[in-house]
Every structure is written in C-alpha cells, then in structure tokens.
C-alpha cells in the first residue's frame, strides 16, 4: 500500500517555527515531484510548495516565499517543510502529495497521484 504520511504539526506562537515531514512508502517515488498544500475550512486547498526529483527546482506560493523551504532526500523517501516567522494566517491543515508531473505543472495544479492526510497546524496571535 502506498502511503504518504505526514508529521510535525502542532500549536505555535505566531513568530515561530515548525517543520512537517512527510515519509513516503509502499513504492519508490524516483521521478515524483513531492509538495505540500494546505487547508482551511470552507476554502479550496491551496498550494504551498513543491520540489522536482534530480534537479531540485523548488516552487513556492508568494504568500510563504521567504518564510518556508522545501528539501527532500531520497534516499530516505522524505520531504521536509520548514516553515518560519509563521503567521496565524497559515494555520491550516497541511496535505503532502506526490505527483508525475513537473514541479511547475504540481504549482499549478496539476494531477496529483498520491496524498497524505493531513497535519494540522496552529498559529496563536
């Protein structure tokens, strides 16, 4: 069974840091652009962040340019969000995903192929 599984969330002062993991397993994920989107109630998801496999290209939504990063390493099938100066309006519940597509075309909006289910994050004022 293939399954992305999410972790690192939690209740944060706005100001702070976290950083959300997101492991991969049941397949290998050579050639997968990994990322991140996220939630709140009565919105659509929105992007956040994505990285390609093998060249690293990296795409972040405006709203947390500057404030997040994105990496991966393969060998262990993972992909990290680290998230800082975080602000209440990034409380949301975060979604890992998996796609074939390019990172641009993950930015975008394109298909994705694998999801995880969620972490939620809090950020108090």
């Known amino acids: 069974q293939v399954q992305l599984v999410e972790s690192g969330g939690g209740l944060v002062q706005a100001g702070g840091s976290l950083r959300l993991s997101c492991a991969g397993s049941?397949?290998?994920?050579?050639?997968?652009?990994k990322g991140w989107f996220r939630q709140t109630p009565g919105k659509d998801r929105e992007f956040v962040a994505a990285?390609?496999?093998?060249?690293?290209?990296?795409y972040l939504a405006d709203s947390v340019k500057g404030r997040f990063t994105i990496s991966r390493d393969y060998a262990k099938n993972t992909v990290w969000l680290q998230m800082n100066s975080l602000k209440p309006e990034d409380t949301a519940v975060y979604y890992c995903?998996?796609?074939?597509?390019?990172?641009?075309?993950?930015?975008?909006?394109?298909?994705?192929?694998?999801w995880g289910q969620g972490t939620k994050v809090t950020v108090s004022s």
């Open positions: 995903a998996a796609s074939s597509e390019t990172a641009q075309g993950f930015a975008r909006g394109a298909r994705m192929d694998y």
């Open positions: 049941g397949r290998s994920f050579a050639g997968y652009t």
């Open positions: 990285i390609s496999w093998g060249r690293y290209n990296t």
